[in-house]
Structures are given as structure tokens and as C-alpha cells.
């Protein structure tokens, strides 16, 4: 029995932990498993293919990032491909990620990913292809499981954040905007900013309007609290408006979301007169050492997408459902995208705590 592990789009702590228990789990088991660099490009022949052995895994538990490298550009449905004139085209690969697949004994894959990769590999099944998912986002916006590894590292990196900019913010009477990472969705911003007691947490699933994120700063200003800490997910967006959007995307690559703490930070100091900063945590959020965590997550995860391939479970990705790891078919879990509920109990003590929405 030969399988393959491959990691795709951003990536998140964790990814390591998950390669690691994945290799040992099925080398106990007398397989083989090669490791696909790049995600799909490693088949795509833009990158290599190597033996995963012990060593090959060995000290590698707390690290960051992942020894497989990974790439948001890499769905060989849509392989950014340079044409004879030099310029880039969008090209249909995925029958020669198969073929390539195959030419290598590979009985059986393992795909590390957010929704975009878990979506691939989904249509990758449908073309006959035996692949395990295993949810991976700081985002943690994957249906089907309580949390994806890499989020509670995340969380914690923009809950030091905060306590720090508190600090500062305070000395200054000065407001300031942090801007964290989410794409679409606001678990971080909620999470880090109800931990770290941040006054105004601005979400995308609770849009927000300008006036009412003044109030509270204003609010605040006339009890004596001359500074505020806005935390606003990158996908948070005012009443009637659309997300902010940086720049153009390369060829492959999704629409990059962000540039809102800015524009707050502009917009409220004209309306109230304070002073305002701003900062964009960024990928800060996607590195470093996984949490306790993230890192028993990933490891339990890289045991059970083993455990899937020798039961058979392909087209599944493994889940966590307290206190169980479970596997569910991939297209429960993309069915819809996972997003925070306005009314969860996390959003209703933030709101009976003093934090607004801007709503
Ligand atoms: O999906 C993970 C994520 O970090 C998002 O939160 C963020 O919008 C995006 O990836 C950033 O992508 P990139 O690394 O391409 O800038």
C-alpha cells in the first residue's frame, strides 16, 4: 500500500503535526507514503515528490508552516500555465495529476486543505482519484467540524495583540483599529476580540454602520474611557456596502480580502475627532508554533485520515465532533460555508458585556 500527502492553499500551524501522526500512522501500518510538494503542482511537474519516512518527520510536531511547502494557486482545474508568448492561462490539468498519480503507485491520497483544496479533491474523487480530506484554515470556516487546526493559534497571536495595543492605545487615548484574518467569515475577530475584551468587534455576518461604531467610541469617551480597541475581521462590511478588496489577483489565486482597519481608522477619527491608528495583524496569524491545541488537533486528525483510507472512507474528510473525531462525506461539508451565528451564545455575552457590533 503506497499513499501520498499533500498540503494546499494558505497555510495554517498545525499542518506539520497532521504530516507527522499521518506518516507514523501509516508506516506502523507497513505502508509507504510519499510526500507531494506544492500541493497538486508536486504531480503537475513543478515541484518534487519525496519519500516520507521517519526521519523525514522526525522534531517536526511544533513547527509552523509545512515541510510540504504549500500554494493558494495550485487546482489543476484551473493550473495557471505559461503559454509560448509568455503570458499566463488558466488550463484544465487535473487529467494529468491523475495520470501522474497513478504512473507513481499512489493508491490513496491524503489532502491537507481549506475549502478550495477540499473542493478539488472532491472533484478529483469524482474523476476516480482515492482521497482523504483533512480540514485545515485559520479561517475555521469548514463546515462539519467544531474547528479546523491552525484557528485557536491564530486566535491567540490577535489576543496578544490586543492586550498589547491596550496598553498603548490607553497611554495615548487613542483608538485603534486591528484588522485580523477570516476571509469571509469572523470566528477570529470574535474569538480574539471577545478574549481579549476588545469594544467594538466588526464581523461580515453583522454588518455594521459607522455611526453606531462611533456611538460606542463616543460612549465610552464620556465615561471616562478616552481610548477604544476596534477588532474588525478583513471581510467586515458596513450596511448596504461589499468587503474591502486589495489589489488585483494573480492568475489562479482567489480575490484578496482587506484594507478595512485603514479606512475605519480614517472614517472615525473624522467623525468623533480622536486619534486613531491602525494595524493589520496578517500572516503573523499564520505563523509561528501551534498552540497545545492546534497541535493535538492535527495530530489526531493525521491518525484518523489513516484510519479512513484503510476503512475505505474516500471522498470523506475527518471532522471533529466533541469529544469524537469522525469522518463525513466532503460534499456535507461544502455544502455551505461555515459562518458565526449572530445570535451564538459567544456574540450575545460579547453584546451583554458592553461589545458592539456596530449595529
Ligand atoms: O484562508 C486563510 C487566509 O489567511 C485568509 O484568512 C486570508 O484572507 C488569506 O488566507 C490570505 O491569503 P494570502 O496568503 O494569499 O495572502
Redesign the pocket.
Known amino acids: 500500500m503506497r499513499i501520498a500527502i499533500s498540503t494546499g492553499?494558505?497555510?495554517?500551524p498545525g499542518l506539520n503535526a497532521v504530516i507527522r501522526a499521518a506518516v507514523l500512522s501509516a508506516l506502523h501500518r507497513g505502508w509507504d507514503v510519499l510526500g507531494i510538494k506544492r500541493g497538486y503542482a508536486g504531480l503537475l511537474g513543478e515541484d518534487e515528490v519525496v519519500p516520507l519516512t521517519r526521519d523525514a518527520v522526525r522534531g517536526i510536531a511544533h513547527l509552523g508552516g509545512t515541510i510540504l511547502r504549500t500554494t493558494?494557486r495550485g487546482d489543476p482545474f484551473h493550473y495557471p500555465t505559461r503559454r509560448p508568448d509568455g503570458a499566463l492561462e488558466e488550463m484544465d490539468r487535473s487529467g494529468e495529476v491523475i495520470a501522474r498519480a497513478r504512473e507513481l503507485g499512489i493508491d490513496a491520497l491524503i489532502t491537507i486543505g481549506?475549502d478550495g483544496s477540499l473542493r478539488i479533491a472532491q472533484q478529483l474523487v469524482s474523476r476516480g482519484m482515492k482521497i482523504v480530506g483533512v480540514p485545515k484554515?485559520?479561517?475555521n470556516?469548514v463546515s462539519g467540524t467544531i474547528t479546523t487546526f491552525g484557528f485557536d493559534t491564530?486566535v491567540n497571536t490577535a489576543i496578544e495583540a490586543i492586550d498589547k495595543l491596550h496598553t498603548t492605545a490607553e497611554s495615548h487615548d487613542r483608538v485603534i483599529v486591528m484588522e485580523?484574518?477570516?476571509?469571509h467569515a469572523g470566528f477570529?475577530a470574535l474569538h480574539a476580540g471577545v478574549a481579549g475584551t476588545a469594544d467594538v468587534i466588526l464581523i461580515p455576518e453583522i454588518p455594521f454602520s459607522m455611526e453606531r461604531v462611533c456611538d460606542k467610541i463616543r460612549a465610552r469617551d464620556r465615561a471616562g474611557r478616552h481610548f477604544s480597541i476596534v477588532v474588525a475581521a478583513?471581510?467586515a462590511y458596513e450596511v448596504g456596502g461589499t468587503e474591502s478588496v486589495i489589489g488585483a489577483s494573480l492568475p489562479g489565486?482567489?480575490k484578496?480580502?482587506?484594507g478595512v482597519a485603514d479606512r475605519l481608522a480614517r472614517q472615525i477619527q473624522e467623525h468623533t475627532g480622536k486619534e486613531c491608528r491602525s494595524i493589520v495583524l496578517?500572516?503573523l496569524?499564520?505563523g509561528g508554533m501551534p498552540t497545545g491545541y492546534d497541535r493535538l488537533l492535527a495530530t489526531r486528525f493525521g491518525g484518523a485520515a489513516v484510519r479512513a483510507i484503510a476503512d475505505g472512507k474516500f471522498g470523506q474528510m475527518v471532522a471533529l465532533q466533541s469529544p469524537n473525531i469522525v469522518c463525513i462525506p466532503l460534499a456535507d461539508a461544502l455544502a455551505e460555508p461555515k459562518r458565526v451565528d449572530p445570535h451564538h451564545d459567544i456574540v450575545m455575552t460579547a453584546r451583554s458585556t458592553g461589545i458592539s457590533f456596530g449595529d
Open positions: 492553499g494558505g497555510d495554517a493558494h481549506g484554515t485559520i479561517d470556516d491564530a485580523v484574518m477570516g476571509r477570529i478583513e471581510g489565486q482567489e484578496r480580502v482587506g496578517g500572516h496569524q499564520r
